[in-house]
Nanobody, 123 residues
């Protein structure tokens, strides 16, 4: 079972950029599709932000972040990244890294989670 640890988020201003990373333990990182989800304040639900296939060739984004966020992975470093540009106050959330052994675009299949990291965007 892969174990996931996210980098620290932070407090940024509207329009700023921030890159999150998620380091995975275990020798089979490349066997997992990876994704970022977020949980908004006051909500119990985790919403997909972006997902990436095992090889990195396929990616999938929520409409709210298309053109602003980029997901990528480095299988040699067992790490997945989320580059967030032009951040908005409505991006404020706890961001979770997740892994799945299923195809990357089956969002309900992500079943291994990191601990989450807070991103706060001030207006």
């Amino acid at each position: 079972q892969v174990r996931l640890v996210e980098s620290a988020g932070g407090l940024v201003q509207t329009g700023d950029s921030l890159r999150l990373s998620c380091a995975a333990s275990g020798p089979t990182f490349s066997a997992y599709a990876m994704a970022w989800f977020r949980q908004f304040p006051g909500s119990q639900r985790r919403v997909i932000v972006a997902a990436i296939s095992q090889t990195g060739a396929g990616t999938d984004y929520h409409d709210f972040v298309k053109g602003r966020f980029t997901i990528s992975r480095d299988n040699a470093k067992n790490t997945v990244y989320l580059q967030m540009n032009t951040l908005k106050p409505e991006d404020t959330a706890v961001y979770y890294c997740a892994a799945s052994s299923q195809p990357y675009n089956i969002h309900s299949a992500y079943n291994t989670w990191g601990q989450g990291t807070q991103v706060t965007v001030s207006s």
